[in-house]
């Protein structure tokens, strides 16, 4: 007969070691996506029932609730935004700028921006707002 050697006595309590790569994968991807989160500036943006989701531009323009312009999460002055608008859209194929706007940001600053964004070269403006519920 063969001979299998002493009988082991089988453990009384769970292994956790699945658990653990679990919860450390979950771990790391949260950390992971929280990175990628966005808009990084806090805007409260206008909610609307028929926006569309698409594909994000690489030019961000953000105006803030006290009127400060961020192009691309860097502040910049009104007057520095044509031209530095001027130089990131010469040479591209896709002039597209995605606008967001605080609510209450008055709509006479959104349309002069929009303004000097086309007078820069922007072709298409996208204006980000929320879904609304």
């Given at each position: 007969?063969?001979d299998?050697?002493?009988?082991?006595?089988?453990r009384?309590?769970?292994?956790?070691?699945?658990?653990?790569?679990?919860?450390f994968?979950?771990?790391?991807?949260?950390?992971?996506?929280s990175?990628?989160a966005?808009?990084?500036?806090?805007?409260?943006?206008p909610?609307?029932?028929?926006g569309?989701v698409?594909?994000?531009?690489?030019?961000?323009?953000?105006?803030?609730?006290?009127g400060?312009?961020?192009?691309?999460e860097?502040?910049?002055a009104l007057?520095?935004?044509g031209?530095?608008?001027?130089?990131?859209?010469?040479?591209?194929?896709?002039?597209?700028?995605?606008?967001?706007s605080?609510q209450g940001?008055?709509?006479g600053?959104?349309?002069?921006?929009?303004?000097?964004?086309?007078?820069a070269?922007?072709v298409?403006?996208?204006?980000?707002?929320?879904?609304?519920p």
């Open positions: 007969m063969i299998f050697g002493a009988h082991v006595r089988e009384k309590g769970l292994d956790l070691t699945p658990m653990l790569d679990v919860v994968l979950l771990l790391i991807f949260f950390m992971l996506t990175i990628f966005k808009p990084l500036l806090p805007l409260d943006l909610e609307a029932a028929s569309q698409a594909g994000e531009p690489e030019i961000r323009l953000s105006i803030s609730r006290d400060r312009l961020h192009l691309n860097t502040e910049i007057e520095l935004l031209p530095r608008l001027g130089e990131m859209l010469a040479g591209r194929v896709e002039r597209d700028i995605s606008l967001r605080d940001v008055p709509f600053r959104v349309v002069e921006i929009m303004d000097l964004a086309k007078q070269g922007a298409n403006i996208a204006v980000v707002t929320e879904k609304k």
